[in-house]
Every structure is written in structure tokens, then in C-alpha cells.
């Protein structure tokens, strides 16, 4: 069983940045892809991002391309989401995700945390 906690949200207006944190524990963390997902009123839960804990492959979707960038600290066991030139509309609940690698289906989740963006 992994259990993923998120820290690192708040109040920031356009154009500064933020950095999220997800702290991970349990299971066989070098077989996991780690993702930050995103979601906000009346819309779909959004993948962001993601990285592998064994290697460093990554994703990013165009919508975050260039402002985001996800890291890992294998030490720390720990996977964060630096966010830059943040937009009112990055406004949501981001959450920290967890999948075997292989799986479609990201099976562990954090309890999210509040990112709001005033203009």
C-alpha cells in the first residue's frame, strides 16, 4: 500500500510560482510511476505530469509545457511539481498520483491540495 501526502499549496497571484510536494511511503516505490494531476470545478481530472522513481523519464501535457517541471529525491522519497508564470486558470485541487509502471490506471492518490491563482 502507498500513501502519498501533498504540501506546498496556497494563495499566489498571476505570474508567481509555487512548488509542490509529495512525500511517499510503503510499497516498491522504484516500480511506480509518479504523477501530479490536476482538477478544478465543473472539469475532467488532468494529468500534468510524471516521472518514473526508477530512471528519469517524464511527460508533460502541452498545457503545462515549459512553465511546470516535476523532480524526485530518491533519498527524500519525495516527487515535486515546480510551477512557474502560474494563470488564474491554473486554479484547481492538485494531487499527488501513483501507478505500478505498466498500468494504465494511477492506483494511489493524495488528499489534494488547494492551488489558487488571483489575477
Known amino acids: 500500500q502507498v500513501q502519498l501526502v501533498e504540501s506546498g499549496g496556497g494563495l499566489v497571484q498571476a505570474g508567481a510560482s509555487l512548488r509542490l510536494s509529495c512525500a511517499a511511503s510503503g510499497g516498491t516505490l522504484s516500480l511506480l510511476v509518479m504523477g501530479w494531476f490536476r482538477q478544478s470545478p465543473g472539469k475532467e481530472r488532468e494529468l500534468l505530469a510524471a516521472?518514473?522513481?526508477?530512471?528519469?523519464?517524464?511527460y508533460y501535457s502541452e498545457s503545462v509545457k515549459g512553465r511546470f517541471t516535476i523532480s524526485k529525491n530518491n533519498a527524500k522519497k519525495t516527487v515535486d511539481l515546480q510551477m512557474n508564470s502560474l494563470k488564474p486558470e491554473d486554479t484547481a485541487v492538485y494531487y499527488c498520483a501513483a501507478k505500478r509502471r505498466g498500468s494504465s490506471e494511477y492506483a494511489w492518490w493524495g488528499q489534494g491540495t488547494q492551488v489558487t491563482v488571483s489575477s
Open positions: 516521472v518514473t522513481w526508477s530512471g528519469s523519464n517524464t
